[in-house]
């Protein structure tokens, strides 16, 4: 196999008869689902995802993909393709969009009914939606594209089949071979024979779960897990799980009517989609069994279940706040039921597990993917990728989505199969790939860097910022003010020193001002004060008093007043 690059400069000018892949985003992550290809000096989107924050980035809402390099190129862009309505695929379209609003967007019904109300709310049109199926064939510009179903966690996901003069691509999306779906929707591989039949010159495939051997289990069997799980429960049941998980959904709608129980729906983003996904038609509510938060806290707790946000740990998501006692309709009381049915995002391990503590914590008993089989992951695992190269045959493959162990698993696979280890390219973000006469290989590298959401704030915040935040939130915070006579440095008043976010009192810090007063005194220039240079002065005493004495680094503010 090709290894994966560093160091590469930037791309030359595409070739004549080439074709380039460039990945933007989701590739060495789970997320932030981003490529784009490029012919004849025409851009082709396909995903635009977001990625969500880890403990290390505080105060981060969301995570894009790099616009930079097509930034001075919006123009180019004929099209954006959406394979299905994850966040880590859809959330960044508002985003791209502010940079050229007209570009049109091309996906299932579902996919585009959820894209639709975060462009509403962005204030961008939504004029240039267009919907299509599996089965249907278009042509933007030189790109022929052809739509296939696939199964995944979400109803209406597909993959796409690129068509070009300088060769033909498979992306798959996110995609599993659930061979029992429960919208009987199955991942068409006749059409994939078909396509390897007309030759794939690059396969671009999901490697979430290539690092899982065997097959996934079939969807349908959560049902009963879920059903057995509720028929134990004697108080409430908590249900957490992505907001766009419309399968999961639909089982614990099911599980519920089943035992005479009613379901409040609860987070702004899971009433939002599982509203649509019903007028859409995706989603079957029997009569009254759906109510409002008002109605549901006038029942008896054995007949409530409230299907929340919240299952990968996040700090304001309706799970977390009913672990911490603070949402403000929904109580855990002893002998209550919670139900984990996702599966963890890497990343996410720490906060999901302070969760199920807090939890237990408050006395409810949380079933999740480790005790029970409450989940079902939405990606192939190794059997199936196996089963898809030996269908598809391709020429190249480029493994997409995931982690740099899930690509190398994925690639693996593709070897094993007899795909040459030539033909096997293993890219990270920014790292261009060019077709050309059926081989793929590196061409360079474009600046693919975290772009950061925070509030209103997009991509002003920095790794230093970043850094700055981690270290206030685990090191603390120092203040030291002092007040100088301008012409002589004179200290006129002894420093100020004020801690927070230690444990210790400020009284510790008696000890070394007059340290910090000899420094000052030591740091006055003859003739005049430069203020920067008495701060430092302050700094350093301080830092290295705190780091012997404490065994902290906290952030240190020096304040100089001149007077």
Known sequence: ?????????????????AIRIIPLGGLGEVGRNMNVLEFDSKLLVVDCGVLFPEETQPGVDLILPDFSWIEDRMD??????????????????????????????????????????????????????????????????????????????????????????AGKLLITGDFKMDQLPLDSRLTDLRAFARFGEEGVDLFMVDSTNAEVPGFI???????????????????????????SHVHRVQQVIQAAAHHGRHVCLVGRSMERNMRIAQEKGYLTIPEGVIVDARTIEMLEPSKRVYMATGSQGEPMAALSRMSLGTHRSVSIEPGDMVVLASSLIPGNENSVYRVINDLMRLGARVVHKANA?????????????????????????????????????????????????????????????????????????????????????????????????R????????????????????????????????????????????????????????????PYVLQQAMRRVIGRWVARKLRRRPMIVPVVVEQ
Do not use: W
């Open 1 to 17: 196999m090709k290894s994966l690059y560093e160091n590469l400069s930037e791309p030359a000018p595409l070739e004549e008869g």
């Open 76 to 165: 180019d862009v004929v099209g954006m393709v959406l394979t299905h309505g994850h966040e880590d695929h859809i959330g960044g379209v508002p985003y791209l969009l502010k940079l050229r609003e007209d570009i049109p967007i091309y996906g299932s019904e579902l996919t585009l009914a959820f894209v639709e109300p975060k462009l509403r709310e962005h204030k961008l049109t939504t004029d240039n939606l267009h919907v299509v199926a599996e089965g249907d064939r278009i042509t933007i510009d030189d790109f022929d594209l052809e739509f296939v179903s696939v199964t995944h966690s979400i109803p209406d996901a597909l993959a796409v089949f690129v068509r070009t003069p």
């Open 217 to 243: 289990t079939p969807e349908r069997e959560i049902g009963p897990v879920l059903d057995r799980v509720f028929g134990e429960a004697p108080g409430q049941i908590v249900v957490a799980s992505f907001a």
């Open 373 to 469: 089989k409450v989940h079902v992951s939405g990606h192939a695992a190794a059997g199936e990728l196996i089963y898809c190269y030996n269908i598809v045959q391709p020429t190249n493959v480029m493994p997409i989505h995931g982690e740099v162990r899930h690509l190398v698993a994925n690639g693996q696979l593709a070897v094993k199969t007899g795909i040459s280890p030539d033909n096997v390219v293993l890219a990270e973000d920014g790292v261009c790939v060019d077709l050309k006469d059926g081989m793929a290989r590196v061409s360079g590298a474009v600046p693919c860097e975290y772009v950061y959401v925070d509030g209103r704030s997009i991509g002003e915040i920095s790794e230093h910022e970043l850094e700055t935040r």
């Open 471 to 530: 270290t206030l939130g685990s090191e603390g915070f120092i203040s030291v003010y002092a007040v100088v006579e301008h012409d002589s440095g004179m200290v006129l008043s002894a420093p100020i020193i004020r801690a927070i976010g230690m444990a210790e009192d400020d009284s510790v810090f008696e000890e070394i001002q007059p340290d910090v007063e000899v420094a000052l005194a030591e740091a006055a220039a003859p003739g005049g004060v430069d």
